[in-house]
C-alpha cells in the first residue's frame, strides 16, 4: 500500500519559515519524482517545486517566496523548507510521487499551512 504522508503544515506569520515532510511508503523512492503541489480555496492546484529522482530540482512561479526542496532517498522523505511565507502562501500542500518511467502517480493527503498575523 502506497502511502505518502505530510507534515509540518500549521500557522505562521507573515514573513515566518516553515519546513513540510512527506514521508512516502510502498513505492520504490529513488525511483520516483518528487513534488510539492498546492491549493487554495476556490483555486486549482499547482506545482510548488519538485526534484528528480536525479536529484534535478525546479521550482514554479507561485511561490513568492524563497523555497528550497529537498530529498532523503535513504529515509525515504522529501521536504519543503518555505521562508518569508506571505498570507497568500495559504493553502493546503500535498506531496507528490510520480514514477520515473511509468508515470504511476500518488498524492499524499495534504497538509493546511496558515499564513496570518
Known amino acids: 500500500q502506497v502511502q505518502l504522508v505530510e507534515s509540518g503544515g500549521g500557522l505562521v506569520q507573515p514573513g515566518g519559515s516553515l519546513k513540510l515532510s512527506c514521508a512516502a511508503s510502498g513505492i520504490v523512492f529513488s525511483d520516483n519524482h518528487m513534488g510539492w503541489y498546492r491549493q487554495a480555496p476556490g483555486k486549482e492546484r499547482e506545482s510548488v517545486a519538485d526534484i528528480a529522482s536525479s536529484g534535478i530540482t525546479n521550482y514554479a512561479d507561485s511561490m513568492k517566496g524563497p523555497v528550497t526542496i529537498s530529498r532523503d532517498n535513504a529515509k525515504n522523505t522529501v521536504t519543503l523548507q518555505m521562508n518569508s511565507l506571505k498570507p497568500e502562501d495559504t493553502a493546503v500542500y500535498y506531496c507528490?510521487?510520480?514514477?520515473?518511467?511509468?508515470?504511476?502517480?500518488?498524492w499524499g493527503q495534504g497538509t493546511q499551512v496558515t499564513v496570518s498575523s
Open positions: 507528490n510521487a510520480r514514477h520515473r518511467i511509468w508515470y504511476t502517480t500518488y
